[in-house]
């Protein structure tokens, strides 16, 4: 009597096939590299940190630390609540950035007058650092998550409104004469022609937007708010916690990296470009 066994390499064998598997393993060496060598230097420098003695109170900054507190986190549940607040301002900020940036970005790109006009003011504010209009949002805002999501509002509405801009732009002005010849509209031109032809770009655009959003996000939780990925930080540094500092930074990296992954892959569904 023969007793079959199943390892989980056969199983993804039989579900992959032997060439998409060689495949997924060949696509996903390089990234191993990289993580394995940022990991090495992460140690690296825990070590130095460890072994000089003006350093060693940040030794909980180390690999080793950092994991068992992002275990810890994860395990008792503390570090869902933060997530979900950092989450919830970065979707409303986003969300209001899109409404605003797509709309004016259509504007700017179809009139040309309006790109003349807004161009100059708009790369002025584009180059103000979000973080700059904190006094301003405290004075404006009732509440410091309104304040926040303002913040974040100012860093996600110049990529949007350049790269929509920047989309229409590239639209053939041939497009345009044959819709009109053929009687269209202004919104079926901007339904059947526009929004179609610039999906990349605002996706694009988009992906941009939630890379500064994100960055901006921390350094607005410092103040203020009682939740948040960056008040999570904050209060480590303040309990002299560096391990479970070590961890949020992590947490804040895996996300971040989603967060790209994801615009990046829509980049791609609405890219009709691609072969």
Same mark, same amino acid.
């Given at each position: ?17 032997? $060439? ?45 630390? $950092? ?168 209060? $480590? ?39």
């Amino acid at each position: 009597m023969s007793a079959s066994t199943t390892t989980p390499m056969n199983s993804a064998v039989s579900l992959l096939g032997p $060439a998409k598997l060689i495949r997924l393993l060949s696509n996903l060496q390089y990234p191993a590299m990289g993580i394995t060598g940022l990991l090495a230097l992460w140690w690296v420098g825990g070590l130095l940190i460890e072994n000089n003695e003006n350093l060693s109170a940040f030794s909980a900054f180390a690999p080793a630390p $950092a994991f068992h507190a992002l275990y810890d986190l994860v395990a008792s549940g503390e570090i869902w609540a933060p997530i979900t607040s950092s989450l919830y301002r970065i979707l409303v900020g986003l969300t209001w950035g899109i409404a605003i940036g797509v709309p004016v970005g259509v504007t700017i790109g179809y009139i040309g007058v309006a790109l003349k006009v807004a161009n100059v003011p708009f790369q002025f504010l584009r180059m103000i650092s979000p973080l700059a209009w904190m006094p301003i949002a405290v004075m404006a805002f009732e509440t410091w998550d309104s304040a926040i999501i303002f913040l974040l509002v100012m860093a996600t509405v110049w990529p949007i409104i350049f790269s929509t801009a920047h989309g229409v732009r590239r639209i053939d002005p041939n497009w345009f004469k044959v819709a009109r010849n053929l009687g269209a509209s202004g919104t079926q031109m901007l339904r059947r022609i526009i929004l179609p032809a610039i999906m990349t770009d605002v996706m694009a655009g988009i992906r941009l937007a939630v890379g500064v959003a994100w960055v901006v996000l921390v350094p607005a939780e410092y103040l203020g708010v009682t939740s948040g990925l960056g008040y999570a930080i904050n209060d $480590a540094r303040d309990t002299l916690s560096y391990d479970y500092l070590a961890a949020v930074v992590l947490v804040i990296g895996i996300i971040g990296y989603g967060l790209d992954s994801v615009c990046n892959l829509l980049i791609k569904r609405f890219n009709w470009h691609a072969e």
